[in-house]
């Protein structure tokens, strides 16, 4: 019987985890290891380029996804904690990579590596790297040896509400994994109303709209089941805005806000 | 305001989920998306067609290239009626226009007939919504005016207050010169106009007065007639979550000898006012295949804060705030496009697929580009942008972020400062990750 090589990954932290959430990413590579994978950490990486392409920069977002795609190398999947900043690279990337940078100009450029860039099909979310391409959840059940890696339930008890972030959500079609992976875990997650509403993050648009941005976290906020421990959810930039507006409204008794990375790290023991 | 239309909103929401569960959701959005964009594709051919076939069927047609030539002709048809008097069913293609202050300006008393535009004619106010124009209108704030205007008891039931509008109408309808109204759809095969509703007064305000103008963007024909019975189901499905309208009228014509009912004439003013020129841009040409049912409206977490009125003009909404820069102009339309999260649920609800997260980014690009948006903003992109390509400068600028006492001079920071205004700063990390992984590498 013949064993697959154990699968090795690159790992992009993304910049609002490495700055934000240091230890999610180390949670991160510590859920990845567990499952026998090999994780590199190209010190190269940057931004993937969204604030720009949110704001209609589109040359500076093309050369941020150039920089990012010449980072990522060239096979196997890459791994972020992080759905939107994913979601960027599967769907918008092929765009700006493939089209002229300028509006301006009409030149025609030669094709380089990064048009031809395998990186959008390679790129995953953690939870969705986790369920499909290691099938972690199979495992639980799998009748294989002793020594096969599996989640443990270190999350046994715990109330959690989920948010799923819209890019996760609707441009990388992740909804039920880290539900499930939270669940294979132990944790009892909470039925949320307004789970796949937007928080109001936006990125700069949380800056520019400061008020519309926080009714709408006051929404998600004000809908949280009670007797929730901990909200959770695959982006940072999300937890930021639903701390941050919890933090300001300081009405008490407000759950931690953790990342996903995070409770699945703990979720293994 | 915020939690009335929010309200509103969600049900109209939940409403539509159920109804497009019934169906073949895929398969219908495909199918329009796909027809409305092959009218789009032949437009010129299916209006030199639909002007035909209302000719025959005894129709009077009019171009009108801007909403005020589209005005201008209403006026002159009520000149030479030396009319007083109209009745005007929903149309948001009105409101675009400003055909009503156009109309009073010209000595006109106009009459809104439909139960929420009637609402907010009454407080002289613009629709707030594509389909409920009235719903940032809490049921109090109907009692309240219509106890007011027309001595209602302030606990009026709705229904008691539906019977107290229809009974004001009824004499308007009965008097009026001139009946005006949209269109959902023109079928050009047998120029057919199609109106959706479900309070009967739009059938009245076409058959009762004796000349009927409909006023019809130049993107709403449809090939054949046997096309309408799909799209006037998507529509509704999409925006009440009703199976069909109450009432589906489809006029084909004034009354012909030996009808008892009808108009004696029937106009069709095709009005393009920057239509023409949106269907030729390379991207949001595809603004045009709206068929204006409002589902992105409800659906969007911006909306449900906002409401209608915060867009500035008749269409609000996701829809609104791509469709302004295509028909105002992108510097009129500032700041719309900037206005979204970009969180994608419009465009998961569209019935025709319009890419509307992408089109936002598409008007903040041309923006961009000319040179609408802040210096800041600009600058800091491309400072941004200049530091991604340089790890080594972008690690240095990402320690400084993190050193910052956010809690003390955050207010004082660009951008950091709208985020101060309403949330906690954030807390970065004691080291950033990729400092701690290289030690850790090094160490190695």
Redesign the interface.
Known sequence: MTHAPPPSVTFL?T?V???????A??DAITVLEHFGVSVS?P?????C?Q???????????T??AR?TTRVAGQAGAVVLPSGSCAGMIRSCYPSLLSRDTS??NGSIRERGAEETSTLPDRVRELSEFLVHDLGVLGRRWSDSGEATPRLGSGLEGMRVAYHHG??A???LGVRDEPLALLRACGARVESWDGDM??C???G??????????????D?KLDSLPEDVDVVTSADGGCL??L??????RATGGEPSFTHLATLLRRGLT | MRSAVTAAARTKDERRQVAWAQIDADGWRDWARDLKTHVLTHLDDYLQQAEQSLAANGCKVHWAATGADACDVVVRIAERLSARSVVKAKSMLTEEIGLNGRLEGAGLAVRETDLGEFIIQLLDEPPSHIVGPSLHRSLDDCRRLFHERFGTALDASPETLAATARVVMRDEFLDADLGISGANFLAADTGTVALIENEGNIRISTSIPKVHVALVGIEKLVPRFEDLSGLIQLTARSATGQPIGNYVSLIQGPRRAGERDGPDEVHVVFVDNGRTNLLADPEAWEILRCVRCGACLNTCPVYRQTGGHAYGWAYSGPIGAILAPGLLGLRASMPLPFASSLCGACAEVCPVRIPIPELLVYWRERAAAEGLTPALETATMKIWATLSEHPDAFGVAADAVGALPLDAVGRRLPVVRGWMEERAAPQPSRERFLRTWSRKEEGQ
Request: proline fraction near 3%.
């Open positions: 932290a910049c985890a490495d700055r934000f959430f240091a230890d990413c180390w950490v010190l190269g990486q940057t931004c380029g604030p720009a392409h949110n704001t209609g920069r589109r040359e500076e977002a050369r941020m920089h509006l301006k819209c890019h959500l609707r441009e509403e937007c109001g993050f936006g700069l648009f949380s800056a520019k709209f400061p008020e519309v941005s926080a009714g709408m976290a929404r930021l805005q701390s941050g507006r919890a933090g300001h």
